[in-house]
């Protein structure tokens, strides 16, 4: 259902090389423990009648929330991965507890509407990430602040840096679908990323990977306001660098700025040629990290399409000439991210549905469907409270469990595979 969004059962029992009573029978028992379920499959499907997989109605809940430099806003979604908004809001003031407050209330919201069925709560945060602290949050001049608060109860919270989330979003289910190995990058305030391998980024050893924009790929000689390191290669690439270039002062807004001067672009040259400067430096970077990480695929994000496309020749040479020779006849393709506004969003709901479909999760969720311990969180029905204790899952489990998920994901697919071949005929 996550892979493939309304496959039918016929399918998935092929895949899985499954006879169609042992289909039937599973997605029978996956029906009683609330978690799948069936509708009718459009008529005109060839063969016979058969029905369409669903996320069942009264099934887990992720909860995510993408907290931005001018806002956040949170979605939820079933087993199947597609969010549905939920709220949204501005962010009142930076002090740090009272954001942490904002979101907790967010989160009571949701746990009153979904009771037991709320099973992992999901952030993804603009800004530098090391388990559930944010340790550089530049437009709210957060150092080191702790958002473990935003859940009680032991429900387990995910706290993901946004370009790293919204690179699983597309190695996952969106550009990058078809790759094992993908580069991710978001042009946003600077830019940040993440490699992705198999599904599960290459996040480090607490979770803060990925910062590409600190990589001294700039002026050495000038200081990076946000990390405080030299030569920051973020300096080089948003709307810092084209103020700059421009002899406008440092830009309040560097995202709005940017979009300001991509749209001059078109009849002012001097618009035209800053652009063309940051497109370059940004080919250039993209090129470094392509030589170090050997994708398959580089997804872009953010103000990185746009950028291109205003600048298409200046970036195309500056990539290639930072290519290694040997990578110069087949360089990875640059292709613009499938999700652009809500890719930090399902990378969060990724996550934490990994956490529900490991075995300790669904061994904890089948647990809790016996006679007398349905969760359904129906309107105006009272849930009871949860009864499995649920610690707080850190970055690197959180990298962890996302890792073992795929890898049998990948077992699957090459079992599927293998199925496949002995069925082909000879
Ligand atoms: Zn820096």
Redo the contacts with the bound molecule.
Sequence with gaps: MRRQPGITRAEAARRQGLSTGSATEIVSRLRRLSLVDEVPAPSGARGRPTSVLVPHPDGPVVLAIDLRHNGWESAYALLDGEPKPLASGAVAGQDPGRVVARLASAVARARRRFGGRLRAVSVAVAATVRDSRVVQFDTFRWEDVDLAGIVTGGLPLLVGNDATLAGVAEARRGAAKATRTSLHLTVLV?VGGILVVDGAPVAGATGAAG?F??LPFGDPSSE??????KG????QVDGRALARLLGDPAPPDPYRYTTEVIAAAEGDDWARAAVAHVAGALGRGIAGLVNAYDPEVVTLGGLGPQLVGTAEEAFQNSYRQGLMRFRRGSPPPIIAAAYRQDGPLRGAIELGLDLVVCEAGLSAWSAEQGPGHRTTGSAGRVDRPRTVPQELVTGSEMYEASHRARNQEHQEQRKSNGNKRAEAPR
């Design positions: 600077g910062e924009g600190h990076c306001p946000s990390c405080g390191a920051c290669w973020d300096l």
